[in-house]
């Protein structure tokens, strides 16, 4: 059974930094495409960045680019995203995935939440003063 844990939410002020992990039991990430996700209330679930498994090649949404970067640690089996430069507009709950399929690359395929089959349980990121 595959399992991912997110870690690392919490409050922030505007302008702040925070550094969320996904990390893996019962498989290897090394070998899949993971992808970080978020959803505000009220809102549909968007792609925010991913990593490729084979070239480490990633994806960002425009809303995050130059912002946000998203890096793995094979050692930890866990991959990162670090925000930097947070907005109140960054507020909700932040999920990893991955689809049940290796040797894939990110791109926007792999940005749409339908197409990602394991999900972690969330972890609330809140920027405000």
């Known amino acids: 059974q595959v399992q991912l844990v997110e870690s690392g939410g919490g409050l922030v002020q505007p302008g702040g930094s925070l550094r969320l992990s996904c990390a893996a039991s019962k498989f290897t990430l090394d070998y899949y495409v993971i992808g970080w996700f978020r959803q505000a209330p009220g809102k549909e679930r968007e792609g925010v960045s991913c990593i490729s498994s084979s070239d480490g090649s990633t994806y960002y949404a425009e809303s995050v680019k130059g912002r946000f970067t998203i890096s793995r640690d094979y050692a930890k089996n866990t991959v990162y995203l670090q925000m930097n430069s947070l907005k109140p507009e960054d507020t909700a709950v932040y999920y990893c995935?991955?689809?049940?399929?290796?040797?894939?690359?990110?791109?926007?395929?792999?940005?749409?939440?339908?197409?990602?089959?394991?999900w972690g349980q969330g972890t609330q990121v809140t920027v405000s003063s």
């Open positions: 995935a991955t689809p049940d399929e290796t040797g894939v690359m990110c791109g926007v395929y792999y940005s749409d939440a339908a197409n990602m089959d394991y």
